[in-house]
């Protein structure tokens, strides 16, 4: 069985979610998401998952795993797709893994070892990573890149990135926020305020914080739309300061993606 793990990686707001089910159409793939944000069950506008129309039938993977407030660790999600992964082949197809959580893809790429010591979320979770050589830090960027088997990729994986401007991000990260900010988002708000409050995890996304303070007339949807574009554009940096450091990323422009995927398929297919 073939073996092959594409992993396609950018900023929020890239595209990969879109140039992911093209390929996975192309090349007979199922998709798999690597994002810390699609994995809650209810959160579907505010975090731009995909809807079934634009999955445009390609199984996908990785959303609606848990409630909001229920743990879900980085190992978990490894665990998880790791399974799925071998699903997917033994069904003859190849997984398409795609995201901007690099933590998620690192630790799946990188095989990276987790040792569970204590309950919790964020910086008071207890969970650590081990490395091959048996060092074990913090889940910190900056303890992550120490690591000298970081760079070791399993040879299953093959790792794309789509680049942009950044003009021209800023521009469709707006187009994007004008979208989400909708009926929809604000009831989806609404709801997700009035079951779990603020005080979990899941609920400290950027959009659900904006979206409130227009329901409760504090901005205006213009003001909302502003400010969430400058957060995510933020986002996007840092999401592109993580990645930058991974030498295995294969970088190109969302238009040529699909076309590296594909010859990067056919060549492993001629070997």
Known sequence: MNEKVIVIVGPTGSGKTGVA???AKEIGGEVISADSRTIYKGMDVGTAKPSIEERGGVPHFGFDLVEPGERFT????KDYTEIIIKEIVRRGHIPVVVGGTGLYIDALV??????????GYGKNRGESIKNLNGKTG???NSDLNKYPDRQKICSKY???GIKWEREELKKRLEKRSKKMFCEELYDETSRLVKRY??????????IYRI?????CGEISEGEAIRENVKLD???SKRQMTWFKRNKNILWDNLDNIKADVIKCIQNEQGK
């Open 21 to 23: 089910v093209e390929i």
């Open 74 to 77: 980085v190992k978990d999600w």
């Open 110 to 119: 990188y095989d990276y070892k987790f040792e569970v010591k204590a309950k």
């Open 138 to 140: 913090s889940l910190s």
């Open 158 to 160: 093959k790792i794309f």
């Open 197 to 206: 409050g603020w005080s979990n995890l899941a609920m400290t996304g950027n």
């Open 211 to 215: 979206a409130w303070k227009v329901l």
């Open 233 to 235: 554009y933020q986002l």
